[in-house]
């Protein structure tokens, strides 16, 4: 597979790289690590990302220029990093017909296999170590933009080395980044030190409405529309707050249930050890990995607190 790949990105010269909307750390930084090595081998490549890169990732080096819309698409090779589901690129990917030549290297569990070429690797840690794995293939240098985004990509999805996809091989790259200048301290000052005040001021709303049922296994909390406007918050503002909930004591499954404009809510679920929350997520159409996924549910917070408690109830 990865022979394939090789062969693809040495002899095309016209590259669309990608990622899902909601951006990760693992996701930018794939996404912006294919760029610089595609532009070091000398190719003409497009970035695509329906969203804005997050804050807390926007010290990662990457293109100029971030394509919002794919309407001019060309004969473009599409790669798409770090997306379990082709419909998370976001509302245009139905421009992706049939005829594309989509190019799929991810390690989503429930990953759709939507691509010509599918590298699905389940077991690495991130799409950035998987990355890392195709560009030793070509001898090419690696430069520190390069080093600086698979690192970044690599320590945000283990939890800062703390998941259990954290495997020897992920130090072991990280630790060759180091070679390449990138610093572990100034990546995790900018990842998680970084904040503005918002984000602190909104944390103490979602805290209040925290609720633990199946007799201390599963730990949810609620973040509405009006907490936003209270404290002048954004959805950005709450990245990452499930992981806080992970932290108490005896918690088997962390959720939080973000409210969406459209009558929707965004749940998060994080796990521990065995709890499969990927395939919890995915009867309810989303998906993800074993211990982080997600999906979005019909309904106002509170009601989709009561139906995720009900799938939950059955599956603990
Ligand atoms: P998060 O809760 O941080 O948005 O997502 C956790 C993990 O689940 C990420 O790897 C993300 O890509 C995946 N994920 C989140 N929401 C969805 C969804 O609606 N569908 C699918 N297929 N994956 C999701
Ligand atoms: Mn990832």
Known sequence: MIEKIKRVLEHENKFLVTTHVDPDGDAIGSMFGMYFFLKAIGKTVRVYLKDSVPYRYAFLPGPEKIEKDLKNLGQEVILVLDCGDIKRIGDEYNLLTEDRFIVNIDHHETNGMFGKINHVLKDASSTA?????????????????IALNIYTGIFTDTGSFRFPNTTEKCFRVCGEMLH????????????YENHPRERFLLLSEVLRTLEVSEGGDVGIVLLTSEMFKKVNANYEHSDGFVEYIKEIKGIKVAILIRELENGKCKVS??????????????????????NAAGCIL???????????????????
Do not use: W
Not at 129 to 145: K, S
Not at 183 to 191: F, G
């Open 129 to 145: 170590e998987i990355l890392y794995d195709i560009f030793m293939q070509f001898g090419a240098p690696i430069t520190y933009e």
């Open 298 to 316: 019909e309904g106002k917070p509170e009601e989709v607190r009561e139906k995720v408690k009900k799938v939950l109830s059955e599956e603990l």
């Open 180 to 191: 390449f200048g990138v610093s572990p301290s100034y990546v995790a000052q900018m990842v």
């Open 269 to 290: 679920m994080r796990s521990k050890d065995n709890v499969n929350v990927g395939r919890i997520c995915g009867k309810f159409g989303g998906g993800g990995h074993k």
